[in-house]
């Protein structure tokens, strides 16, 4: 795979998780009136996931399962 | 010509009304029927004689089955080859799609985010629906690791959560950003070469020759690309579907 492949895999992984954060946050916000919390909890929560989901696509940890 | 003009949709002709909008047969509709068409005549002749020593659309076939029941089953165990058409139709599609985006004056339907979305969203819920009905609420253990102390356990389902959630989107934008930045990059080089030629004249056009060889080599690398990024979205379906076939494994 060549290294543009590979980067573009491993930054959409980080990228992923945040977007999904700040959506999460963001309607909650909207449906529940708790702005800003939502978005700042779940924005942070989104990056840690983010980053989760690049060490185990890097290999840096392992898959996910459900013995562990 | 501008690098994001090749990525235009053209509506070719009108197919009715649908809550309020009008709804095209599109250049990106046409490849996809295109590509479904190829396919159907490919197989549906590859596998109408079933002779023992197979002609060469025959073997074609048969290579394209095997290869991919190979990688369903190194991922997601025997029991996954009841996926085999689901990851079957992806991969020949996505496969198909990206080759023919290479030919020239074509349209790329996998440069565009919501195809890929809608391929990503699919499996997702496909994951999703297959291993509610196949575990039922077992299979939401899959979000709960073992051995984590209870204090910070929500946090860490939390954390779980979306990481599952953000599965479609990085399934998606790796397929489709490979697509539109390779095609950009060919684009961009193809336009060194006109803005060579047109502002130094005769030098201008001998010294495209330096760009147009980094298109001969940025072709064959696309091309690489195309299979290798259909076989990527292929073996994450595999994976994901690995979850939900094997969440206890």
């Known amino acids: ?68 | 010509m501008h690098p994001i003009e090749q990525f235009q949709i053209v509506n070719f002709f009108s197919l009715g009304h649908l809550g309020g909008h009008e709804i095209f047969f599109t250049n990106s509709a046409a490849l996809m029927l295109g590509a479904i068409l190829l396919l159907t005549v490919f197989l549906v002749g590859g596998t109408a004689g079933g002779r023992l020593v197979p002609t060469r659309l025959q073997s074609m076939a048969e290579l394209t089955y095997e290869f991919v029941a190979t990688t369903i089953r190194e991922t997601a165990g025997h029991e996954g080859m009841r996926f085999f058409p689901f990851v079957f139709c992806i991969f020949m599609f996505v496969l198909t799609v990206n080759i023919f985006g290479l030919i020239p004056y074509s349209f790329t339907v996998t440069s565009h985010v919501i195809v890929t979305s809608v391929l990503a969203l699919v499996v997702f819920f496909t994951v999703l629906g297959y291993g509610l009905y196949r575990h039922g609420f077992h299979f939401l253990n899959l979000f709960v690791p073992k051995g984590v102390p209870s204090y910070i356990l929500p946090m860490i389902v939390a954390i779980e959560v979306l990481s599952f959630f953000s599965r479609p989107i990085s399934h998606s934008i790796r397929l489709f950003g490979n697509m539109l930045a390779g095609h950009i990059a060919l684009q961009v080089f193809a336009g060194f070469i006109i803005l060579l030629g047109g502002g130094l004249g005769a030098i201008g056009w001998i010294g495209g020759v330096v760009p147009f060889a980094m298109i001969v080599a940025l072709f064959a690398l696309e091309t690489l690309v195309a299979v290798i990024q259909a076989y990527v979205f292929a073996i994450l379906t595999c994976i994901y579907l690995n979850d939900a076939i094997h969440p206890g494994h």
Request: charged share 10%; net charge positive.
């Open chain 1, 1 to 68: 795979m060549s290294g543009f492949a590979r980067g573009f895999q491993l930054s959409s992984e980080l990228v992923g998780g945040v977007v999904v954060g700040a959506g999460i946050g963001w309607g909650l916000d909207h449906w529940l009136g708790t702005s800003p919390w939502g978005l700042i909890v779940f924005v942070l929560l989104g990056f840690a996931a983010g980053v989760l989901n690049l060490m185990r696509a890097a290999g840096v940890v392992r898959q996910r399962n459900l013995n562990d």
